[in-house]
């Protein structure tokens, strides 16, 4: 889990992740420096399984995962918002697939409602297809167009995928569950999870939002992810 100042949720969120977890398990969250309560709720949570990693300066949440990633020691991670919610059998789920392909993206829903989100080109439900899981290129396509639901907050990697995610390209700025979608889909490691595994909390401090974004940054993203695509096909060689 990389967390920034999520003294309002971050609690909760712990909560639903311990209750999923087993004893040998862990949770790694690494503190981008934040300013507000966080650090202390953290540390609060009496359980074990619970480690704090405490940066000095706030160096954004994609290096924060990435640290993340390198410090967890399982043989399985699942990745974590600060703000969200575990469906129960969560666990179970990205385990088995992450196993069984390397890198596992489930579908989640909405917090409250219970309801998929609707793709911003389509506005129907946006949801992940076991079947599609090998449409390696289809998937990278959809990628680029916008229109593919991965989110980091859904996702997992089996332990040998580690050093091909990590460290992330020095050009990554944003988006770094699409850089481990597409190693995912560049290698044919990736398994779609149709079972939602988290319910989204949608808020005004999300780190990715639904707002539409102007088209500068837009095509910036989209060189980023062709360059993603270059760099994942050497690293999974």
């Known amino acids: 889990m990389a967390a920034y100042n999520g003294a309002a ?29 966080t650090v202390a709720i953290v540390e609060r949570i009496d359980d074990p399984r ?50 069984e392909g390397g890198v596992a993206a489930s579908n989640l829903v909405l917090l409250g409602s219970d309801k998929p989100l609707r793709s911003p080109l389509t506005g129907r439900p946006w949801i992940l297809r076991a079947s599609r899981s090998g449409h390696r290129v289809r998937n990278e396509l959809r990628m680029l167009a916008g229109d593919m639901p991965y989110f980091g907050c859904a996702m997992a990697l089996r332990r040998d995928m580690v050093a091909r995610v990590a460290p992330f390209p020095d050009f990554l700025t944003e988006s770094h569950d699409l850089w481990i979608a597409t190693v995912g889909n560049r290698g044919g490691f990736m398994r779609h999870v149709e079972a939602p595994t ?3 909390r949608v808020h005004d401090s999300n780190a990715s939002t639904p707002r539409p974004r102007g088209l500068i940054h837009v095509l910036k993203s989209r060189w980023m992810l062709m360059k993603a695509y270059v760099e994942a096909g050497r690293r999974v060689r």
């Open 9 to 37: 949720y971050i609690e909760h969120q712990l909560r639903s992740i311990l209750e999923e977890l087993h004893t040998g398990d862990e949770v790694v969250v690494v503190d981008d420096a934040s300013r507000d309560e």
């Open 50 to 99: 619970v480690r704090l990693i405490r940066q000095q300066a706030n160096r954004g949440y994609v290096r924060t995962f990435e640290s993340a990633i390198l410090a967890a020691n399982g043989e399985i991670l699942l990745l974590a918002d600060q703000d969200d919610e575990w469906i129960q059998g969560r666990r179970a789920l990205l385990v088995a697939a992450a196993q």
């Open 198 to 200: 988290i319910r989204r």
